[in-house]
C-alpha cells in the first residue's frame, strides 16, 4: 500500500542528486578574471583569439585556472588581482600593438570559482542582477513615429524614381503627415500611376482623393508592413547596443525589449554612468568608397605615405587594400540588408537603397564595371572595411547583391553588421539608476537573512507540531529549495531581488502542502483508520486539494510573467519554477522518504505526526 516501486526511488536520488550539483556552484564565489571581447564589427571572436590569448599568458609565464570562451568573449580565470592585472597588462599590448587603434576590449572581470569539473558538466551559479551587484540601469525610449517617417521620406523618394522610369508625369511628390500624396492631372494618369505604384510597393495602400483638376493618389503603409519596420527598429537597435556595450567589458548585460517601445538596458558591476552613456549615444555610419586597384600603388602605399585622396585600410581576411577617400554613398540610403543566395545559388548579401542612392549607385556601377567597391563601417573617425566585392555590372532599381567567398553564416554576419551600423529609430534615455556595489553586496546578505531565518522558523515549528512527519516535511522543503536553485542556475537566470523575494514566498506556499497532508493522515486517524491506510488516505486525498491551489497560483504567476516587465517577470519566473519544484517535494519526495520509513512495516500500531486530538463527543 505505501511502497514505491524500484524507479520511482531512482528518480528521488536522481533529482537530489541533480540539485545538489547545480546548486554547488553558488557557494564557491567568485574569483578574479580577464575578458577579451571585439571592439571592432569586422574582428570575431573565435578559437584563433582563444588560442592566441592562452599562448599569450604561457609564454608570460602567467599561471591560470582556465580558459572559457562563447560567441563574444574570451575569458581568463586567475587566482588573485596581482596576476589579473598581469594577465591583462600582457594580453592588451599582444592584442592591441597600436593602443591609438585597438581592436579587442580587455577588460577586468569576476568569474565563478566553481571547481573545473563542474564547469565541465554546464554546472554554473546563478547571474546576479543590477539590485544586487550594483550597476547602472537605463530605460531608453524608441521613437518608433521617428523610423516610419524617414521610411516614408525615402517612399517618396522611390515613388518620384519610379514615376519617372516609368513615364508617369504627376504635379509633385510629398509627405504629409503619415502619408505620401502624389498629385496628378487627369483620372487616367492617376489609374495608371495607381498601377504602377501597387506593383512595385505591395506594402502601400492607395486612396483616391481630390476632385477634377486636382486629383490626388494618397498612399500610406498597411499595417503589415508598420508593425515590420517597427519591430525591425526595435530589433536592430537592441542589436546595435549589444555590440556597443561590448566595449565597456559587460560580463552578463541585460538588453530587452520592454513594452511596446522601450529597451531597457543593465549593465551589472559597471559604476561609470557617463562612460554608459557614451557608449549607448554613440553613431555608427556606413559607406560605400572605391577601391584603387592601380598596379603598384598598393605596394608603394605599404611602404611609405598612400597616394593623395586614398587611405589603406585592411580587408576581411587581414588583406590590405587601398581605398580612396571620395565616398560614393553613405549608409543613409540604405533601407534594408538582408542575407540570401544568388543566381549561382552561393551565399550573398542583398541591400537595398532608396530612391537617391539607387540613382547613385547605378551610375557608379556602369562607369566601374570591373572594378571593386569597399563598404565600409565607419565609427569615431575610424573605418573598417566589411566587404569589397567586384562590380559586375550596372546594377539599377537600389537593389545590390554582395557576393564572394563568403558563407551562410558570414552572409548572416554582414547583412546584420549593415543593417546595425547605426540606430534605425532615434532613442532618449527616460530613466536612469546608478546602485553601489556595497547596497548589492547588503542586499545579498538581507535576503539570505530573511529566506535563511524564515526556513529555520518553519522548520521550528514543522518539528515540534507534527514530530517524524514534520521533520519529513522540513527535509522535503530543503530539498525543494535544493532543486529551484539547481533549475535557476541551470537555465543561467539572473537573479534579483524581487527573485529572493519569490524564494521566500515558495517556501511558505511549499510547507502548506505538507501541512494539508499531515492534517489529512491526522484525520484518517482519529476515525479509527489503521495507519498505514490513514498513510496512503492522506496523501491521495490532500493531493486533489494541492494541486488545485498550486494550479491557481501558477495561473497567477504566468499572468506576471506574460503581462509584467522587469522586476515583475524576474519574481514570476522564480515564483512559477517555485510551484513545480513545491509540487515534486511536497507530494513525491515527501511521501517517498514516508514509505521509506513506514512502508516496509506490516504491523504498524503507531506513527509519529503528533497528538491526532479529536474533540470529545457529545453525551
Not at 600593438?97 to 568569474?111: E, T
Amino acid at each position: 500500500m505505501n511502497r514505491y516501486p524500484l524507479w520511482l526511488y531512482a528518480l528521488v536520488a536522481i533529482s537530489l542528486v541533480f540539485g545538489l550539483l547545480y546548486t554547488l556552484p553558488n557557494f564557491y564565489g567568485e574569483v578574479p578574471a580577464v575578458q577579451v571581447s571585439s571592439l571592432k564589427a569586422t574582428i570575431k571572436v573565435d578559437e584563433r583569439l582563444r588560442t592566441q590569448v592562452e599562448e599569450t599568458i604561457k609564454t608570460a609565464g602567467i599561471t591560470h585556472d582556465g580558459i572559457y570562451s562563447d560567441p563574444n568573449s574570451v575569458r581568463v580565470r586567475l587566482r588573485d588581482t596581482d596576476t589579473q592585472l598581469k594577465a591583462k597588462d600582457v594580453i592588451e599590448k599582444a592584442l592591441n600593438p597600436q593602443p591609438s587603434d585597438p581592436s579587442y576590449v580587455v577588460a577586468l572581470n569576476l568569474l565563478s570559482a566553481s571547481p573545473r569539473w563542474l564547469t565541465a558538466i554546464g554546472a554554473l551559479p546563478m547571474y546576479l542582477g543590477l539590485d544586487l551587484r550594483g550597476g547602472v540601469h537605463f530605460l531608453l525610449q524608441v521613437d518608433l513615429p521617428g523610423a516610419i517617417t524617414k521610411r516614408l521620406d525615402a517612399t517618396a523618394g522611390d515613388l518620384r524614381t519610379l514615376l519617372r522610369d516609368k513615364n508617369v508625369r504627376h504635379g509633385g511628390i510629398s509627405r504629409q503627415g503619415q502619408t505620401v500624396v502624389v498629385r496628378l492631372r487627369d483620372a487616367a494618369l492617376r489609374d495608371r500611376a495607381r498601377a504602377v505604384i501597387a506593383d512595385a510597393q505591395p506594402d502601400l495602400q492607395l486612396v483616391d482623393q481630390g476632385a477634377e483638376g486636382d486629383l490626388r493618389l494618397a498612399a500610406s503603409l498597411s499595417p503589415p508592413a508598420i508593425k515590420r519596420i517597427q519591430e525591425f527598429a526595435l530589433k536592430q537597435n537592441i542589436t546595435t547596443l549589444h555590440n556597443r556595450i561590448n566595449e565597456l567589458g559587460v560580463a552578463e548585460p541585460i538588453i530587452q525589449q520592454q513594452g511596446a517601445d522601450r529597451i531597457v538596458v543593465q549593465l551589472p558591476g559597471v559604476q561609470d554612468t557617463a562612460k554608459a552613456k557614451d557608449i549607448l549615444g554613440r553613431t555608427a555610419t556606413l559607406e560605400i568608397r572605391m577601391v584603387d586597384d592601380t598596379p603598384g600603388v598598393l605596394e608603394q602605399a605599404l611602404q611609405g605615405p598612400p597616394p593623395s585622396g586614398a587611405e589603406v585600410y585592411v580587408e576581411r581576411g587581414g588583406r590590405p587594400l587601398l581605398v580612396k577617400k571620395q565616398v560614393v554613398l553613405t549608409g543613409e540610403r540604405l533601407t534594408d540588408a538582408q542575407p540570401g543566395f544568388d543566381e549561382n545559388h552561393q551565399p550573398a548579401v542583398h541591400l537595398t537603397l532608396d530612391a537617391a542612392g539607387a540613382r547613385v549607385f547605378r551610375d557608379i556601377t556602369r562607369e566601374s564595371v570591373g572594378k571593386r567597391m569597399a563598404i565600409l563601417l565607419v565609427e569615431k573617425g575610424k573605418g573598417e572595411v566589411v566587404t569589397a566585392p567586384v562590380i559586375r555590372q550596372e546594377i539599377g532599381g537600389g537593389r545590390v547583391q554582395i557576393s564572394g567567398q563568403m558563407t551562410s553564416t558570414e552572409a548572416s554576419d554582414v547583412a546584420l553588421l549593415l543593417r546595425a551600423g547605426s540606430l534605425a529609430a532615434p532613442m532618449e534615455i527616460v530613466e536612469e539608476r546608478t546602485i553601489g556595489p556595497s547596497l548589492g553586496a547588503d542586499n545579498i546578505r538581507k535576503g539570505f537573512h530573511s529566506t535563511l531565518w524564515g526556513f529555520l522558523g518553519i522548520a521550528a515549528f514543522m518539528i515540534v507540531y507534527y514530530v517524524l512527519f514534520g521533520t519529513v516535511s522540513v527535509i522535503a522543503l530543503a530539498s525543494n529549495l535544493l532543486l529551484l536553485v539547481a533549475l535557476l542556475s541551470l537555465l543561467q537566470a539572473t537573479l534579483t531581488l524581487p527573485g529572493i523575494a519569490a524564494i521566500a514566498l515558495t517556501l511558505g506556499m511549499a510547507i502548506d502542502a505538507n501541512v494539508l497532508v499531515n492534517e489529512r493522515v491526522r484525520e484518517e486517524l482519529r476515525a479509527g483508520a489503521t495507519p498505514q491506510a490513514s498513510i496512503h488516505a492522506g496523501y491521495e486525498r490532500a493531493f486533489g486539494t494541492i494541486l488545485d491551489s498550486n494550479i491557481t497560483t501558477l495561473i497567477a504567476g504566468l499572468a506576471l510573467l506574460i503581462f509584467g516587465s522587469g522586476p515583475v517577470r524576474g519574481f514570476a519566473v522564480v515564483h512559477c519554477l517555485g510551484i513545480l519544484t513545491s509540487m515534486f517535494s511536497s507530494v513525491v519526495i515527501s511521501r517517498a522518504m514516508i514509505n521509506l520509513i513506514y512502508g516496509t512495516r506490516r504491523k504498524l500500531e503507531h506513527v509519529s505526526i503528533g497528538a491526532a486530538w479529536s474533540p470529545p463527543k457529545q453525551a
